[in-house]
């Protein structure tokens, strides 16, 4: 177990909706990654907080979006889905320091249909 | 811009056998390089990190890596697999602070008994 926890595990919904990703990390970590896995991309960096701002992006589409709350815990908005959006997201946390490595969560299912 | 290249998708070998698992990198600065595995169904777990120091890197569950900076590579290696060691490994890369990890494709290990 990481610490990393992320909510819900599984989620399968229609094209054109909208979804919220939950994570918390773990306690004491400042900064907040969402990474998407698809079978095509491979690992993918969507978006850092730290401490509550953005702190860097990376391929995220503008139909996604995020943030990080003043709890630390942080959620990811995916809307106008499509069926390309099927993927496994992932949260990932990592404590201060350069030789800190990032702690990852169990990471969560979408399915759009 | 950083990268990895693992340029097996996937490796076999027997159970007893010793595994090498490669990686190359290219980042600007020092690297910082790490391996997750990742077991079905599962987040990626850590299993070790090279940042500076001794270039022969020991983890967890009995693997170890080797930092070569003039072949830019950071082969992962463990002297007797087991079949329990059959999963998706990735290396990933990231310069100095805490900013997001590049990930290489993954290599699927398969360990045969």
């Known amino acids: 177990d990481s610490g990393v926890t992320q909510t819900p595990k599984h989620l399968i919904t229609a094209t054109g909706q909208r979804v919220t990703l939950r994570c918390s990390p773990r306690?004491?970590?400042?900064?907040v990654y969402w990474y998407q896995q698809s079978l095509d991309q491979g690992l993918q960096f969507l978006i850092q907080?730290?401490?509550?701002?953005?702190?860097a992006k990376g391929n995220i589409l503008e139909r996604f979006s995020a943030q990080q709350f003043p709890d630390l815990h942080s959620e990811l908005n995916l809307s106008s889905l499509e069926l390309g959006d099927s993927a496994l997201y992932f949260c990932?946390?990592?404590?201060?320091?350069?030789?800190?490595?990032?702690?990852f969560g169990p990471g969560t299912r979408l399915t759009v249909l | 811009a950083q990268s990895v290249a693992q340029p097996e998708d996937q490796v076999n070998v027997a159970e007893g056998n010793p595994l090498t698992v490669k990686c190359t990198y290219s980042v600007s600065g020092n690297p910082y390089l790490f391996w997750y595995v990742q077991y079905p169904n599962r987040g990626l777990q850590f299993l070790l990190k090279y940042i500076t120091g001794d270039n022969l890197v020991k983890g967890s569950y009995g693997f170890e890596a080797e930092f070569n900076k003039s072949q830019t590579s950071f082969h992962l290696k463990k002297p007797s697999a087991l079949v329990s060691d059959s999963a998706l490994y990735f290396c990933a890369v990231r310069d100095a602070g805490n900013t997001p990890l590049v990930f290489g494709k993954g290599t699927r290990l398969s360990v045969i008994a």
């Open positions: 990932a946390s990592s404590p201060q320091g350069r030789g800190g490595y990032q702690f």
């Open positions: 306690s004491g970590d400042l900064s």
């Open positions: 907080y730290y401490n509550g701002e953005e702190r």
